[in-house]
């Protein structure tokens, strides 16, 4: 049995427009082959605390004296790295909020990422390099971060900085724009672009899960 972790930060409820394209993906890969699972690990719902100290960013040997690492929280992060090193796959909703990731998403990389541990250099590969990651980032607006004013876009580009260049890990990201067109009037010019951006990503996680 191989199985896709997929991983859930909206806090939108019915809203949500990266949960339900998570499920997508979910099913789609399910669908591709009778040896799948799916393993679902809900941020919001259950969110794993914050990092009490830099110890947790720190492979044991690389610590320092005062940085020592209460066994509670060295096990539940040694199960939060197991989950992702035992999947083949894993799907991120990884929605914009205030221009950032959710902040439980935020906690839940924070301890995924661990120098001298899962960490890639050219030397040597991290425990979770070369899984395939797909993150899925909807949006209130648009953002170019190519051009200065319409940059802004702090959610994708930290992800693929932490879990692709510093883990190692094949990361592809699909954004969904305009998610607010329906409830900003303001935005409501914008309303095709967003149904466009919305379908156009459902076809691109369809793909993605049936050739992961
Ligand atoms: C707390 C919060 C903060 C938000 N901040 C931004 C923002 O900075 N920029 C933006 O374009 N949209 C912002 N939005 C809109 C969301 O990105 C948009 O609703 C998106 O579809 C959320 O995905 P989700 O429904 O899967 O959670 C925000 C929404 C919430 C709830």
């Keep these: 049995m191989t199985y896709l972790l997929a991983v859930d930060s909206s806090i939108t409820g019915p809203d949500s427009v990266s ?22 690990r809900d941020l919001a ?48 909703g990884a929605p914009m909020y205030n221009w950032s990731i959710p902040s439980t998403l935020k906690a839940w990389l924070d301890h995924l990422h661990v120098l001298g541990a899962t960490t890639s250099s050219d030397e040597e590969p991290g425990r979770l390099a070369g899984i395939p990651v797909v993150v899925v980032s909807p949006r209130g607006l648009a953002y170019d971060n190519s051009v200065p004013e319409q940059a802004g876009d ?15 890990m094949n990361v592809t990201s699909v954004a969904v724009d305009f998610t607010l067109a329906d409830r900003l009037p303001p935005l409501a010019e914008h309303s095709a672009t967003a149904a466009a951006s919305k379908a156009q990503a459902l076809e691109r996680l369809r793909e993605l899960a049936r050739t992961l």
């Design 154 to 168: 702090y959610t994708v580009p930290a992800i693929e900085k932490i879990l692709a260049e510093s883990m190692g």
């Design 19 to 40: 949960r339900p394209l998570v499920a997508e993906f979910a099913d789609a890969w399910r669908a591709a082959g009778s040896d799948r699972s799916v393993v679902s």
């Design 45 to 92: 719902a259950n969110p794993v605390p914050h990092l009490t100290t830099a110890g947790l960013h720190y492979a044991e040997a690389m610590r320092r004296p005062h940085e020592s690492v209460e066994p509670a929280a060295a096990e539940l992060q040694r199960q939060l790295i197991d989950e992702v090193a035992g999947a083949a796959a894993v799907v991120i």
